[in-house]
């Protein structure tokens, strides 16, 4: 890396490197953005998830909120089974064993 920057720094003069420098840092602060707000409302939404399942009784049957479909391929949640809308799906019927609820249903 300190090889390259030598490097556009001998072939550019010190205001092309500026300009050079500040729009990577734009775009890289761009990209970032964009998955850390994908990332942030992903987290939010487990968490939903998550508390309603063990603030609900045991043996009861639960209603949880489905996630939202992630915005970016760095979301761990892009292509992964969740909680489906019908009670008798795999992942549903796996998580009420789990949480020991009588069932699941997404909304």
Avoid at 75 to 90: E, G
């Amino acid at each position: 890396l300190f090889s390259l920057i030598n490097v556009l720094y001998r072939e550019f003069n010190q205001k092309g490197l500026a300009v050079f420098v500040a729009l990577l840092s734009f775009l890289f602060l761009h990209s970032y953005w964009i998955v850390n707000e994908d990332l942030t409302n992903s987290f939010k939404e487990v968490s939903n998830q998550y508390s309603r399942l063990y603030n609900s009784p045991k043996n009861s049957d639960v209603r949880i909120p489905l996630l939202s479909t992630p915005k970016t391929d760095y979301n761990a949640y892009l292509l992964t089974s969740n909680v489906k809308i019908d009670s008798n799906d795999w992942f549903n019927q796996w998580m009420s064993v789990y949480f020991d609820k009588k069932s699941i249903t997404g909304y």
